[in-house]
């Protein structure tokens, strides 16, 4: 059986969010994207509701268009009222945390090493035995976050002191 995905991102990220899709779908696993397979006709409410309720995850790629969403904000509240794992990918330094998912760990996209701390994060779920999957979970965003690295423009260089002024506080999440 293999893992359902809810993508859940903003209208401007549609060509990211389709290539996540296409790049699990080429691995076997099935991902849902509102815009493309809501069926002409259909509404979009339940389309949403039953592709939420089937999911095994949901990524949440997360960039200024998400964050001002309303159906980002309605898929990520309906996510969290059924009790969904939901994944914040961050699209670009410099973005507040989403609000909707309250502390949650999120990855950067731009950044592998934050892989290190997801294995932990999903390893101790594992062990309270709330993520069934664990290999599975672990290879949609491991593929997920390979793909939009592939998609993204590479960030900003460094200016000569070293520093970045994109860059994220040393914690990752102290905003």
């Known amino acids: 059986m293999s893992l359902r ?97 309250g502390d949650a760990r999120y990855i950067r996209a731009w950044d592998v090493s934050d892989m290190t701390d997801l294995v932990a994060f999903l390893e101790e779920r594992k062990k309270k035995k709330e993520l069934a999957n664990l290999v599975l979970v672990l290879g949609v965003v491991a593929l997920a976050a390979s793909i939009l690295g592939n998609l993204l423009p590479p960030l900003e260089e460094e200016d000569s002191t070293g520093n970045n002024s994109d860059a994220l506080p040393a914690s990752g999440q102290d905003q």
């Open 5 to 101: 995905v809810f993508i859940s991102y903003g209208h401007e990220d549609l060509a990211l969010a389709e290539g996540v899709q296409q790049g699990l779908a080429t691995r076997g696993m099935k991902a849902f994207l509102a815009s493309r397979n809501v069926a002409p006709g259909e509404s979009f409410e339940v389309a949403i509701r039953r592709e939420l309720r089937k999911a095994d995850l949901v990524l949440l790629l997360w960039s200024e268009d998400s964050e001002n969403s309303t159906y980002v904000g309605a898929e990520i509240g309906l996510s969290n009222e059924y009790g969904k794992l939901v994944i914040p990918i961050m699209l670009k330094p410099g973005l507040p945390a989403p609000p909707l998912v």
